[in-house]
């Protein structure tokens, strides 16, 4: 009896040790008294919504990424652009008992403390595009936001020729890539330095189209002059396209948008909707190349940050260019 106890004490206490020990990257090896390492995972995927073309893409390259290893089973979840959805998607996928967890956030705030428990369980945890607070968490792979707001703001400088009035429809201001995108569009078109730019229009369009279309007729009812339009998406960029169309104006201004899907953005440069478009990779092949490390107790690198390419009508058929 009391060696039976005694057998139960000490289970417990290896449980509440391994719970209470965040995981940390790299993961150590296991040793050899260990139980010998998992051959097969199951990685949880909660993307924060399907709505969006670039959004599908991304589950898309996670899958075919995935589908190259027998090894790996991914459980996705949509949580239909809503954070307390995907909340509650992430509790749920922790519960099922995944082996890692990828994530595509909404917003950072509603999310972090969600993810950090699961993390903090022993989960491995790969954080996607867009961020969270703080650094409970693996990995984060994503383009930099700011960089291609800044390449952004100097390609709408060129296209003005230092002069014009800019309309600058912004992503969900509340999601990092909005806030990024925002930020370096300011340090590219350096309005301290060039006094015949105006940003005469800003609005979050929340990263939807009907919305950006929305926001650009008050833009276009508000101003007789708007020669360009940086939206900090593609979707965006051709609402705006659509609005200024419908009042008979797109032909006197500026589009820009980022993503730059074969399908979307840059279909759209092709048919001279937009003038520029910026890759923002998806970063699913690579999510799921990480985890396999990660599982593999490789060690990760805390970011892994993806390159852009700028496509516009003079480089769109040679395939784009890419910003060094
Ligand atoms: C899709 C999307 C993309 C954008 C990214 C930023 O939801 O809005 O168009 O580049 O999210 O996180």
């Not at 050899?32 to 709505?51: D, F, R, W």
């Not at 022993?122 to 984060?140: C, K, N």
């Not at 909005?178 to 340090?187: P, Y």
Request: hydrophobic share 40%; charged share 20%.
């Amino acid at each position: 009896m009391r060696r039976q106890w005694f057998v139960i004490l000490l289970g417990s206490l290896a449980l509440v040790l391994g719970c209470s020990k965040p995981h940390a990257a790299p993961t150590p090896a296991p040793s050899a008294s260990a139980p010998p390492a998992k051959t097969s995972y199951v990685i949880g995927v909660s993307q924060c919504n399907l709505g969006e073309p670039w959004r599908v893409q991304m589950n898309a390259d996670l899958t075919q990424a995935a589908a190259r290893h027998p090894n790996l089973r991914l459980i996705l979840k949509d949580a239909q652009n809503d954070s307390l959805t995907q909340r509650a998607q992430v509790e749920e996928l922790a519960g099922q008992g995944i082996d890692l967890l990828i994530i595509s956030p909404k917003e950072a705030a509603p999310l972090t403390k969600p993810v950090a428990d699961v993390y903090a369980r022993g989960t491995p945890v790969i954080v996607l595009d867009r961020a969270l607070e703080g650094e409970a968490y693996t990995s984060f792979i994503g383009a930099d936001n700011r960089r291609i707001g800044r390449e952004a703001g100097k390609f709408a400088l060129a296209a003005l020729g230092g002069k014009g009035n800019i309309v600058e429809l912004e992503g969900l201001m509340t999601s990092s890539p909005g806030q990024d995108r925002h930020a370096g569009f300011l340090e590219g078109i350096s309005l301290d330095k060039n006094p015949g730019i105006r940003l005469v229009f800003q609005a979050d369009m929340q990263w939807l189209e009907p919305n950006a279309r929305k926001e650009m007729e008050s833009a276009l009812a508000a101003q007789k002059s708007i020669e360009l339009v940086y939206a900090h998406n593609d979707p965006g960029a051709h609402g705006a396209y659509l609005a200024a169309k419908a009042a008979g104006r797109e032909q006197k201004m500026k589009f820009i948008g980022i993503d730059a899907l074969p399908h979307e953005g840059v279909r759209y440069v092709k048919e001279g909707i937009l003038d520029a478009t910026f890759v923002y990779p998806t970063g699913g092949a690579e999510a799921v190349e990480l985890a396999l490390k990660v599982l593999g107790h490789e060690a990760a690198p805390k970011r892994i940050t993806l390159g852009t390419r700028l496509y516009t009508k003079a480089n769109v058929e040679a395939g784009g260019q890419a910003i060094e």
